[in-house]
């Protein structure tokens, strides 16, 4: 059995574009508004939340190529986390706390640190899709 091949991003399937979703939780209005903003401009189809529960609401109504997601929430975030990882989607965590902290729970995750750039976010972001 040939495996599908992978979307990649802004290239042209069928007659139109077709582009990865991304899903964004942050609960710092401001972060989620800047991950947002630097994703869509790179050409990815974002779904943002600020809390797990509407992330949980977005996860029901599309695929889910890749979530960025803060580690530290006030409402959580590693539930979350456990079930986009069981659905296969790949990680990003985008946060201040230290990288061992994270990958004791999520080994081998990929970290955005903030504060952060847009050209590191989008080249861990891609990493974590294509690895």
Do not use: W
Request: aromatic share 6%; charged share 20%; with cysteine.
């Amino acid at each position: 059995m040939i495996p599908a091949p992978r979307r990649q991003l802004g290239v042209a399937v069928n007659d139109r574009v077709a582009s990865l979703v991304a899903l964004v939780v942050d609960d710092e209005y401001l972060i989620a508004v800047e991950l947002e903003a630097i994703m869509e401009s790179s050409g990815y189809d974002v779904l943002s939340a600020i809390n797990v529960h509407e992330a949980r609401q977005l996860m029901d109504l599309r695929s889910i190529d890749v979530a960025v997601l803060n580690f530290r929430m006030k409402d959580g975030t590693l539930d979350l986390a456990r079930d986009l990882e069981a659905r296969g989607v790949p990680l990003v965590f985008c946060t201040g706390s230290l990288p061992e902290e994270v990958h004791a729970l999520f080994p081998g995750v990929a970290i955005v640190p903030k504060p952060f750039t847009a050209a590191g976010l989008l080249a861990i972001v891609k990493a974590a899709i294509y690895r």
